[in-house]
T-cell receptor
């Protein structure tokens, strides 16, 4: 299995809702990443997990809460989002953070719309 | 600060080679050059990376100048499915810097 699987593919949520995005990989990768991509912009890094521990938080608002329950799974919990948070949320994985020069594998993303 | 400079857009005829340039004049000795592409509404896809030697794989070739200040990604026989935004990224080989930071990229349009 050489894929990163993200679910759901599309999500519409209200500003008072709580929802979660899920990312899964079975490549044995120990680094996992969340990116946010607005329309016609490049992806922007949000969080990095290395060996299931949060190692980088790019000053992301607390309404985004990441979680890495095990080495194969990465979640992004969403609460009280704003319409400007509507974007494509991308998950990626890499063999490990810091020492591997291999490329990352990205999922196809969750397209989130906040209404 | 942007570490790489790429043209905003390029066109290529189907079947011809697509040569995508990238300037990275401030690259340091332990930074690799990576190329990714993103087809519309999909996640980015890793293409190739290199340190100082030229590299080739089943998707593309990467030519890095001797002073490492610029590189060129070559798609030898472009197809319509190669239409995408191509990102050139420099990244440290290790330590604590494992961020992959995307610039604006080059929109390559392959025309029939």
């Amino acid at each position: 299995d050489t894929e990163v699987t993200q679910t759901p593919k599309h999500l519409v949520m209200g500003m008072t809702n709580k929802k979660s995005l899920k990312c899964e990989q079975h490549m044995g990768h120990r680094a996992m990443y969340w990116y946010k991509q607005k329309a016609k912009k490049p992806p922007e890094l949000m969080f990095v997990y290395s060996y299931e521990k949060l190692s980088i938080n790019e000053s992301v608002p607390s309404r985004f809460s990441p979680e890495c329950p095990n080495s194969s799974l990465l979640n992004l919990h969403l609460h009280a989002l704003q319409p400007e948070d509507s974007a494509l949320y991308l998950c990626a994985s890499g063999r490990n953070a810091g020492t591997s020069t291999d490329g990352y594998t990205f999922g196809s993303g969750t397209r989130l719309t906040v209404v | 600060d942007a570490k790489t400079t790429q043209p905003t857009s390029m066109d290529c005829a189907e079947g011809r080679a697509a040569n995508l340039p990238c300037n990275h004049s401030t690259i340091s000795g332990n930074e690799y050059v990576y190329w990714y592409r993103q087809i519309h509404s999909q996640g980015p896809q890793y293409i190739i990376h290199g340190l100082k030697n030229n590299e080739t794989n089943e998707m593309a070739s990467l030519i890095i100048t001797e002073d490492r200040k610029s590189s060129t990604l070559i798609l030898p026989h472009a197809t319509l499915r190669d239409t995408a935004v191509y990102y050139c990224i420099v990244r440290d080989s290790g330590g604590s810097n494992y961020k992959l930071t995307f610039g604006k990229g080059t929109l390559l349009t392959v025309n029939p």
